[in-house]
């Protein structure tokens, strides 16, 4: 049977902070392949990985007159290569360098004749080890990986009903590989200024490219909290933002993030983790939504909007 507190279990970040570094190198291997077939898709969202039953994968990515995925099984521990050719490849995944899984990546690609043009240096981080070169971060706890894909399957979950209350241009609920975040943004409609950039080793442009509408974006990331941490932001950020009155308890607008933080402990203590994080997304959202003066009324619904037809033998 399961529970409130199974189904969000508990993950110190500090527990797993070797694995969690070398898992965000591995992410950024396989993103930056699906990046390379992809066609560009507004705000980079064809770079992006979902989570899956088992674990995070591309989804299909095109190649020639077909497709491919690749998937971290973080149940199985296995990197799972398929192609619509009918090849597949893979090998287990455990403790082993950055460069070992960069190589061992490569040959099945090339065993499945699937190339991998990329550009073989990590982003937003700092220092940016070349992958090849790679043999620091090196480590691998498969019951740690495994807790973090259940903490990313309840916020893909919950994050994902949220998503369904707006019919304005809303991204999908993705993880970025750069900063290591499952993600979902809502856009108003409207331009925004030239975001500034500043990200370590990655150029302003992709910023900018990121950022060019005006945006409320929310997510969750394993920082910003014991357990990791639920966050909000807006960009750009209406004056006054960091004032508004937010829920649940526990959460709080982060100085040193320039977001709003509901630590991932605090929600999963809540009698219903659920309405604890859905309480914190909307308010984080209304407060920018109404400070900047969105036509809401235009961009949210709701979800369950044809339930209320009337049945076929009333029309």
Known sequence: MTT??????????????????????????????????????????????????????????????????????????RLEVRSSTGGVGGFPLRPMPVAEFYARTLDVLARLGIEAPIRPHPNEVDPAIPFAEDHEHASYDGEAATLFWRQLLQANRVIGEFRSHFVGKVSPVHFFWGAMDLACTRFSGRTAPPHPGGAPNC?????????SRELSSCGFWPGGGEEGAFYSYAYPAPDGLAEQPIGPDGAYFSTEFQQFLLPYEVARAAPDPDRAVAEFLRTTYEAPADLARWDRAALEDDPRRWHRAPAPADR
């Open 203 to 211: 150029g302003d442009w992709v910023m900018v490219e990121g950022y």
């Open 4 to 77: 409130p507190t199974t189904n969000w279990p508990s993950l110190r970040v500090s527990d797993w902070t070797p694995t969690r570094e070398t898992l965000h190198m591995w992410t950024q291997i396989v993103g930056k392949i699906r990046m390379a077939h992809a066609p560009l898709i507004n705000h980079w969202w064809q770079v992006t990985l979902y989570v899956s039953p088992r674990g995070l994968t591309t989804s299909a990515i095109p190649h020639l007159t077909g497709v491919f995925e690749i998937e971290f099984d973080l149940l199985g521990h």
